[in-house]
């Protein structure tokens, strides 16, 4: 009896040591970590000794574990949502042949725009995602950089043209069936119509983000394939000198900058689901790394066929052009997928949009930003509240004609990510020493001068918009600036209930103070493991936990 009795106790004070010692390197680390093999194994100990100590307390079996995970995404489907949230497939680059006055320009724009923009755009995520892997994203980059008052006017901007962004989808998705289906011309059909989709959509993302990651894959097959197709057809059709043809007289320079900024940008956005991701500091770079290769291929490929295959006066490469090309090139029924192509593709971006969205207003809840209601989640671990209040902004933008959402979103993206780019070398100068799963393999001074080129991209874009957008998004900043401290209010006048706010600089705590904590922490989970036990559970499963 006295030997069991001492083995129990034994391995209930090995349990607690290994419970320590992994929540003192997980503060050290803080959140960065998290996503690298050692947080994995970190994280894989720290589960098993509060198992192993709950067990001994009676308090829960392991199996209650297991049962409040989520699915996380994993490399593949984060791909085919980084592909949705920037590209979709190349429906709508036809208006770059167009403005462009000729094929030439376009197929040069998505060669070169890729260099001096999606590259610096897609390895700065990659560097600011692995090292601040929470949902939020570029919120929680800003706010590291700046201030919370800044990161708060990020999530804003950011949030409204992505939500205008998705505004677009349920209308293109009518616009194309509509060439089969005449009845969605008629405004009676066409609203329930816009209203049906919308919430059919909102439901998906509701069920759970591994499913809205799987039907991004097979969402992906089924719109490029189609292309691929095409482009073997068009062969033995190619002249290449048809490539070349442009009329620079006739450039509407304007709709051609605004096309190639909207079609090659939102590399960013993918950023506010890293805290759903399965070892983000590893999938993160390799998932943004396969997105560039699909999005320029997806848009290079095809209009390399169809220009190059067809006679076509720049004037007919109108929006839904390539299901003419389909035709031309390949009949008919290459003509009907290119059009059920499309038409999913446009579910494909809203479900990815509208998941970013949502877990971008979770994040900020997390951090203080926003009421709690926005960080509750389902029983299926999505953000109920998020989803819906995103749904909400979604069916009153929905009026809005595609030139003007296109280029009021283009505009507040932009402003937007020059203050990533800012926060990006702004960390690079105050934090050297932050713990970075992936680094550019740049020295400050040249990732500085990588994010020139785009940040003169960027305000180049907003030099060329109206009047009118220059109104209408310096109102959506002045509302942003107004509602950060009316929330600020709120909190602390506590009317309405907010998130604790975590500590901006836990990960800088000195080696001292971390071996105190370290023996405070052994002393309390030798005299009350039951206490520090629920503690730990209520860490592990803070982000799968039920409403």
Same mark, same amino acid.
Not at 84 to 97: A, H, K, Q, T
Not at 171 to 193: E, G, M, Q
């Given at each position: 009896?006295?030997? !069991?009795?001492?083995?129990?106790?034994?391995?209930?004070?090995?349990?607690?040591?290994?419970?320590?010692?992994?929540? $003192?390197?997980?503060?050290?680390?803080?959140?960065?970590?998290?996503?690298?093999?050692?947080?994995?194994?970190?994280?894989?100990?720290?589960?098993?000794?509060?198992?192993?100590?709950?067990?001994?307390?009676?308090?829960?079996?392991?199996?209650?574990?297991?049962?409040?995970?989520?699915?996380?995404?994993?490399?593949?489907?984060?791909?085919?949502?980084?592909?949705?949230?920037?590209?979709?497939?190349?429906?709508?680059?036809?208006?770059?042949?167009?403005?462009?006055? =000729?094929?030439?320009?376009?197929?040069?724009?998505?060669?070169?725009?890729?260099?001096?923009?999606?590259?610096?755009?897609?390895?700065?995520?990659?560097?600011?995602?692995?090292? +601040?892997?929470?949902?939020?994203?570029?919120?929680?980059?800003?706010?590291?950089?700046?201030?919370? +008052?800044?990161?708060?006017?990020?999530?804003?901007?950011?949030?409204?043209? =992505?939500?205008? /962004?998705?505004?677009?989808?349920?209308?293109?998705?009518?616009?194309?069936?509509?060439?089969?289906?005449?009845?969605?011309?008629?405004?009676?059909?066409?609203?329930?119509?816009?209203?049906?989709? $919308?919430?059919?959509?909102?439901?998906?993302?509701?069920?759970?983000? #591994?499913?809205?990651?799987?039907?991004?894959?097979?969402?992906?097959?089924?719109?490029?394939?189609?292309?691929?197709?095409?482009?073997?057809?068009?062969?033995?059709?190619?002249?290449?000198?048809?490539?070349?043809?442009?009329?620079?007289?006739?450039?509407?320079?304007?709709?051609? +900058?605004?096309?190639?900024?909207?079609?090659?940008?939102?590399?960013?956005?993918?950023?506010?689901?890293?805290?759903?991701?399965?070892?983000? !500091?590893?999938?993160?770079?390799? *998932?943004?790394?396969?997105?560039?290769?699909?999005?320029?291929?997806? &848009?290079?490929?095809?209009?390399?066929?169809?220009?190059?295959?067809?006679?076509?006066?720049?004037?007919?490469?109108?929006?839904?052009?390539?299901?003419?090309?389909?035709?031309?090139?390949?009949?008919?029924?290459?003509?009907?997928?290119?059009?059920?192509?499309?038409?999913?593709?446009?579910?494909?971006?809203?479900?990815?949009?509208?998941?970013?969205?949502?877990?971008?207003?979770? =994040?900020?809840?997390?951090?203080?930003?926003?009421?709690?209601?926005?960080?509750?989640?389902?029983? &299926?671990? $999505?953000?109920?509240?998020?989803?819906?209040?995103?749904?909400?902004?979604?069916?009153?933008?929905?009026?809005?004609?595609?030139?003007?959402?296109?280029? %009021? @979103?283009? %505009?507040?993206?932009?402003?937007?990510?020059?203050?990533?780019?800012?926060?990006?070398?702004?960390?690079?100068?105050?934090?050297?020493?932050?713990?970075?799963?992936?680094?550019?393999?740049?020295?400050?001074?040249? *990732?500085?001068?990588?994010?020139?080129?785009?940040?003169?991209?960027?305000?180049?874009?907003?030099?060329?918009?109206?009047?009118?957008?220059?109104?209408?998004?310096?109102?959506?900043?002045?509302?942003?600036?107004?509602? &950060?401290?009316? @929330?600020?209010?709120?909190? #602390?006048?506590?009317?309405?209930?907010?998130?604790?706010?975590?500590?901006?600089?836990?990960?800088?705590? !000195? #080696?001292?103070?971390?071996?105190?904590?370290?023996?405070? /922490?052994?002393?309390?989970?030798?005299?009350?493991?039951?206490?520090?036990?629920?503690?730990?559970?209520?860490?592990?499963?803070?982000? !799968?936990?039920?409403?």
């Amino acid at each position: 009896m006295f030997r !069991s009795d001492t083995l129990t106790h034994t391995r209930h004070i090995a349990s607690c040591r290994v419970l320590v010692t992994a929540r $003192t390197v997980l503060r050290e680390e803080q959140v960065a970590v998290a996503g690298t093999k050692q947080g994995k194994q970190i994280r894989s100990q720290l589960e098993y000794a509060a198992v192993l100590v709950g067990e001994q307390e009676g308090m829960f079996s392991s199996d209650d574990v297991k049962k409040k995970s989520n699915p996380k995404l994993t490399l593949l489907p984060l791909i085919a949502l980084i592909f949705y949230e920037v590209s979709g497939g190349p429906f709508g680059v036809e208006d770059s042949v167009r403005a462009g006055a =000729g094929p030439l320009l376009s197929l040069l724009g998505f060669f070169i725009f890729p260099l001096i923009w999606s590259i610096p755009e897609a390895l700065v995520t990659a560097e600011l995602a692995t090292t +601040f892997p929470d949902n939020g994203g570029y919120v929680v980059w800003i706010s590291s950089a700046f201030g919370p +008052f800044w990161g708060f006017q990020e999530g804003f901007w950011k949030w409204f043209s =992505g939500v205008m /962004d998705n505004a677009l989808y349920p209308v293109l998705f009518l616009d194309y069936l509509k060439h089969s289906l005449p009845i969605f011309n008629l405004t009676i059909a066409r609203i329930p119509a816009l209203l049906g989709i $919308t919430f059919s959509l909102t439901y998906l993302n509701y069920r759970g983000l #591994h499913i809205v990651g799987l039907s991004a894959v097979l969402l992906a097959l089924f719109s490029l394939f189609p292309f691929l197709i095409l482009a073997i057809l068009s062969i033995p059709l190619i002249r290449p000198r048809r490539w070349l043809v442009v009329d620079l007289n006739k450039v509407d320079w304007r709709g051609y +900058f605004n096309n190639m900024f909207w079609n090659l940008n939102y590399w960013d956005k993918a950023s506010t689901l890293a805290g759903e991701v399965e070892n983000p !500091s590893k999938t993160f770079p390799k *998932a943004l790394l396969g997105g560039l290769v699909l999005v320029i291929s997806s &848009y290079l490929i095809p209009l390399l066929a169809g220009t190059g295959a067809l006679r076509s006066s720049p004037s007919e490469w109108a929006d839904g052009y390539f299901a003419q090309v389909g035709m031309l090139i390949g009949g008919f029924w290459l003509k009907l997928w290119i059009q059920a192509a499309a038409a999913m593709s446009n579910l494909g971006l809203f479900e990815a949009e509208m998941s970013s969205d949502a877990f971008q207003l979770l =994040g900020m809840s997390k951090m203080g930003m926003l009421p709690a209601v926005f960080s509750s989640r389902s029983k &299926y671990g $999505t953000p109920t509240v998020s989803i819906l209040f995103s749904a909400t902004g979604v069916i009153f933008l929905s009026w809005m004609s595609f030139q003007e959402i296109v280029e %009021f @979103l283009n %505009f507040l993206y932009a402003i937007g990510m020059l203050l990533e780019f800012a926060a990006f070398i702004t960390l690079r100068l105050k934090e050297p020493n932050l713990y970075r799963p992936y680094r550019i393999p740049l020295q400050t001074l040249w *990732a500085a001068m990588l994010c020139l080129p785009p940040a003169l991209l960027l305000i180049l874009v907003m030099c060329l918009a109206s009047l009118r957008t220059f109104i209408v998004s310096g109102a959506v900043i002045l509302v942003g600036f107004i509602l &950060y401290p009316v @929330l600020v209010q709120a909190k #602390h006048k506590n009317w309405i209930t907010f998130e604790m706010e975590p500590p901006s600089k836990g990960c800088q705590q !000195s #080696h001292s103070e971390l071996v105190d904590q370290e023996n405070k /922490d052994f002393e309390l989970l030798v005299s009350s493991p039951s206490a520090c036990v629920e503690e730990e559970l209520s860490l592990m499963q803070s982000d !799968s936990k039920p409403n």
